[in-house]
């Protein structure tokens, strides 16, 4: 598990005032007579319109105004009000917080004042919706903004429906908002479901609609039915006392509820359950008692009690598959829970994927890699995986490689410039094994020829076949036995 990094403020510095670094307008400022000080603020602030401010992998958070004391809670010190503190400079009214961060950060935050007046940033323009208001947000030079979150009116959409269901289990009512794909009117087919915990906030938030909508229209995914169930009491339900009255809520009430109104395919590896923090808890926990309804579970930024982590560890294998991730901002007790849980899926050989981003425990976080769970569970065309045919091998393995993501070798970050696959096959046979990216093309081929029984192990170094480094984004590795395909993953290459 990686370490939480401090924060960097991002900050973009403006090409002009002189080409000056931010250290040397600090410098030149403190060296001024007094009476030239505000003037050089008003002109670097002049040039600089847009903030936080950013040089390289150096940034700068930056407020102006009257204050006694400003500081810079966030996502980055667990919003801390007193933490990461500004410093005034010299007699004028400017202060200012330098850091270093991850270049593709994404982070929530804002300015308390004073000690007790809390604001957003009022010179970045870059806002993101919480679930206690709107946050600043933070993003580094190579991060980039999930696109299927936005709202696409040249793309088919699909229908929300509302429907107020009492549960006989909990004695209470609660809104579930059903999504229907854009062509379930016109066609006859049945199709997979996710369940989403906290799921009005999903839509509210996180934009999971529109988040399907574009998978669907970019043939990321298959035609879905999402199914979106709040909470009435959260922390009860998900993780305390009413876990299992809303267990049974979920699997004897809601999903014979929808199997009966729509039309649903009812094979667990049709079946996805998804949800973060508490959310994800809940997700995990159906997915042990309820293997039979739920083959699919995706936790982001995930509590994991104790009665899931030694219910796998002590139970048989169940055919589930994961979706797993956290930001390396996250809470630290949950960085802890997940990284005691992950040797346990490991050890009982569950299919996984686990990633981390330099990010917190927010939305903004959880919005952008829904597409990762859904594109793992219900692969469409685009990302070039094909279902199993009719005679696989008996017995094959293909694991998530490691690391991942991957190749940017720093401490910090601790990734490799390499990344490591393994895979199995119970017979000598004719195999290969190939990389492919987003867009289905082979970039390339690891392993293609005889190979003996066994565990066997292939590096990529983030080359295609001519020896040319490829740029950062998600590729897939393919395991191909007798002309099969067997199985597919994903992976993230960062540069």
């Not at 410098?27 to 007094?34: C, M």
């Not at 970019?218 to 199914?227: G, K």
């Not at 490691?402 to 046979?429: H, L, M």
């Not at 390339?444 to 020829?449: A, K």
Request: charged share 15%; proline share 6%; aromatic share 12%.
């Amino acid at each position: 598990m990686k370490k939480i990094s401090y924060v960097i403020f991002s900050f973009l510095l403006s090409s002009s005032a002189n080409s000056q670094t931010f250290q040397n307008f600090i410098s030149r400022v403190t060296n001024a007579p007094q009476a030239q000080r505000d003037a050089l603020v008003d002109s670097f602030m002049a040039a600089n319109p847009v903030l936080p401010l950013r040089e390289n992998d150096m940034a700068h958070f930056i407020y102006r105004g009257t204050a006694t004391r400003v500081n810079v809670p966030g996502d980055a010190n667990g919003w801390d009000a007193s933490a990461f503190a500004m410093t005034r400079l010299s007699t004028t009214s400017l202060w200012y917080h330098s850091r270093t961060f991850e270049s593709d950060a994404r982070l929530d935050y804002k300015f308390v004042v004073n000690g007790s007046n809390w604001i957003l940033d009022p010179r970045n323009p870059h806002q993101v919706s919480g679930g206690f208001g709107p946050n600043s947000e933070l993003r580094m030079p190579e991060y980039v903004p999930p696109p299927e979150i936005q709202f696409y009116a040249g793309i088919p959409h699909g229908s929300l429906r509302d429907t107020s269901f009492f549960s006989i289990n909990l004695n209470n009512s609660r809104t579930i908002r059903v999504y229907t794909p854009p062509d379930y009117a016109a066609s006859s087919e049945r199709y997979p479901v996710v369940l989403f915990h906290d799921g009005l906030e999903f839509i509210s938030l996180a934009q999971a609609n529109n988040v399907i909508d574009y998978l669907i229209s970019q043939n990321r995914i298959a035609p879905i039915i999402a199914v979106f169930v709040p909470p009435v009491n959260r922390r009860e339900e998900y993780a305390t006392n009413l876990q299992h009255a809303f267990t049974a809520f979920i699997a004897t009430e809601v999903m014979p509820w929808v199997d009966q109104r729509y039309r649903t395919r009812t094979d667990p590896a049709s079946r996805a359950v998804l949800g973060s923090s508490d959310g994800g808890n809940i997700s995990l926990w159906l997915g042990y008692a309820h293997p039979e309804i739920f083959g699919n579970i995706a936790a982001l930024s995930s509590n994991v009690e104790n009665n899931i982590s030694t219910g796998f560890q002590n139970s048989p294998k169940l055919n589930l598959k994961f979706y797993l991730d956290m930001g390396t901002y996250d809470i630290a007790v949950l960085l802890t829970r997940m990284n005691n849980f992950l040797p346990i899926l490991q050890a009982k050989g569950y299919v996984y994927q686990y990633l981390e981003f330099h990010e917190g425990h927010s939305w903004g976080n959880w919005r952008a890699h829904i597409d990762n769970a859904l594109e793992m569970f219900f692969p469409g065309s685009a990302v070039g995986v094909n279902e199993p045919t009719e005679n696989p091998p008996q017995r094959f393995g293909l694991h998530q490689n490691y690391p991942n993501p991957f190749n940017r070798s720093t401490e910090r970050s601790r990734r490799s410039p390499t990344t490591a696959i393994e895979y199995e096959i119970a017979q000598a046979s004719q195999m290969s094994l190939a990389i492919y990216n987003i867009q289905g093309q082979l970039v390339q081929t690891l392993f293609d020829g005889m190979q003996s029984a066994g565990r066997h192990a292939a590096l990529w170094e983030g080359k295609n076949n001519f020896g040319e480094r490829q740029a950062s984004g998600i590729y897939f590795y393919r395991l191909q036995i007798g002309g099969r395909v067997v199985d597919m993953r994903r992976m993230i290459l960062l540069r």
